[in-house]
């Protein structure tokens, strides 16, 4: 089974959990002991699996996020793993929150986010490559 991180809201307060792709929906999770029962269903679709899900506006996106140095603009790796996609191209206009790329490591893929908004001047990596922890992913101006 794919073991994956996911984060979950109980009441009002975030937790960062793992859990095993489940064969059906719902499925349970133990949050501080109390078990939860969740189904995942993506906005306007009927089915409970997809890809990858679009943020609703103002809800914060899942992943990491990229290392920034101080005022430094390049954004680098916050793991090593192999780049499954790329999802920023030079000029993309980025939000905070926006996805960068798409990590593999152990056989758990992970979004990498940008922590502050800019436009992408420049971007290191390529699907494929692999990349070490502190590796340079993207610059912004």
Known sequence: M????????VRDTWHTVEVEDPPHYPFQIVVDGETIQVEVEPEGTASGRAARLAPSAG???VGLTGIIQEDERIIRAPMPGRVVSVSSKVWDRMEAGSEICILETMKMEQSVLVARRGTVR???IRPG????AGDPLVQLE
């Open 129 to 132: 490559q692999n990349v070490a």
């Open 122 to 124: 420049a971007v290191f």
């Open 59 to 61: 809800a914060r996106s």
């Open 2 to 9: 794919v073991k994956r991180l996911i984060r979950v809201k």
